[in-house]
């Protein structure tokens, strides 16, 4: 018969010795860990900054094109509202005037039938019905054909202001995703940005000077001599280049801030010339040209999706609005991939 015994108890030696065991494991997991996930170099962390900052710009193009799709339907809206609340108004005069011939039949001896099928819940069957029953003049069929005219067009302006509304519902909808990706993108950048430590931070920020400085070309082009550009191009360019130094903020027009096209828009507005509020719309308007032949104050748009635009200003440079953490300032018109070139 087999026996059933206690089973022994660990000492107070072995369980201080499963103990050490045990956060000695522990240590070495963390130290494996840390040695699996090391801390990112500032190569890293610029390059991944880099393609946040050209997704940021990215989507603030498409923020700023909802917007501007809002603000259009938002007045477009209005006038449509204006213009019902006016048919409604046109509308209860017609009816108005046949209920006025109504009562003044009424009183002198009774409603004639044809006043009464104008005041019918059918309208819109009167005139069959007049025409086989000889039971209409022409005075009052024509008051009601006005009446059942004036009837559609309400309707169809009814129908136009709700296609607005909801096609505005839709764009405000687009408007607040593409504002959360731009802060997302933001927050991104600036969270690697904090990653590193307190003297590649330092070192990053050097390497983007050099990198301005490289891109300006400044050592090489003398922007104290650029040649003479004619018309509005000119006073776009004088006003675009005044703005050296004023800060990128997403989505703004000026006057003190800008996105890349909002200075587009800004500087050509000065010259009393409207452009569309995104570069991809800037991208697809005027005459495009080359590089080689191109004239201060076209266009250039950068990118395989057209997220930025600079302006050109002569001696193969042009100035522009970066990114965010970065001020309007001049840079070589071939430091970016160019899409195309457009003459406004």
């Not at 040695?35 to 946040?52: G, M, R, S, T």
């Not at 004239?295 to 057209?306: E, N, R, S, T």
């Not at 635009?309 to 953490?325: D, E, K, L, S």
Request: hydrophobic share 40%; glycine share 6%; charged share 20%.
């Amino acid at each position: 018969m087999a026996s059933h015994r206690r089973p022994k108890q660990p000492s107070r030696a072995r369980v201080s010795v499963l103990t050490a065991a045990a956060a000695t494991a522990v240590a070495l997991s963390a130290q494996v860990a840390a040695h699996a996930a090391p801390q990112p170099n500032k190569e890293d962390v610029k390059a991944q900054i880099d393609q946040l900052q050209q997704e940021q710009e990215q989507a603030a193009e498409k923020y700023n094109g909802a917007k501007e799709r809002a603000d259009q339907l938002r007045k477009q809206s209005d006038q449509l509202q204006d213009q019902v609340a006016r048919s409604q108004d046109q509308m209860t005069q017609l009816q108005v005037g046949l209920a006025e011939v109504a009562g003044e039949q009424y009183r002198t001896g009774g409603i004639d039938p044809s006043v009464q099928l104008m005041l019918s819940s059918d309208p819109s069957g009167y005139l069959d019905k007049a025409s086989s029953a000889q039971q209409a003049s022409a005075s009052q069929a024509e008051a009601l054909k006005g009446l059942l005219d004036q009837q559609r067009r309400l309707d169809q302006e009814k129908a136009e202001a709700a296609a607005v509304l909801a096609s505005l519902d839709s764009t405000t909808k687009d408007l607040n995703q593409a504002k959360t990706d731009v802060n997302t993108k933001l927050k991104a950048a600036q969270d690697l940005l904090n990653s590193l430590s307190a003297a590649d931070r330092a070192a990053l920020k050097a390497q983007q000077q050099q990198d301005d400085r490289a891109s300006r070309g400044s050592d090489r082009v003398d922007l104290s001599n650029l040649p003479p550009a004619s018309g509005y191009a000119a006073v776009a360019v004088a006003k675009a280049m005044s703005k050296q130094g004023s800060p990128y903020v997403w989505g703004a027009t000026g006057s003190s801030t800008f996105d890349c096209s909002g200075l587009m828009v800004w500087a050509y507005g000065q010259a009393g010339v409207s452009l569309p509020r995104t570069s991809q719309e800037q991208g697809h308007i005027g005459t495009a040209v080359t590089l080689s032949t191109a004239q201060p104050g076209d266009l250039v748009i950068y990118g395989g999706d057209m997220h930025h635009v600079a302006m050109y200003i002569g001696n193969g440079m042009v100035v522009h609005a970066p990114h965010t953490g970065d001020v309007v300032k001049v840079m070589k018109a071939d430091a970016m991939s160019i899409n195309t070139i457009r003459r406004i």
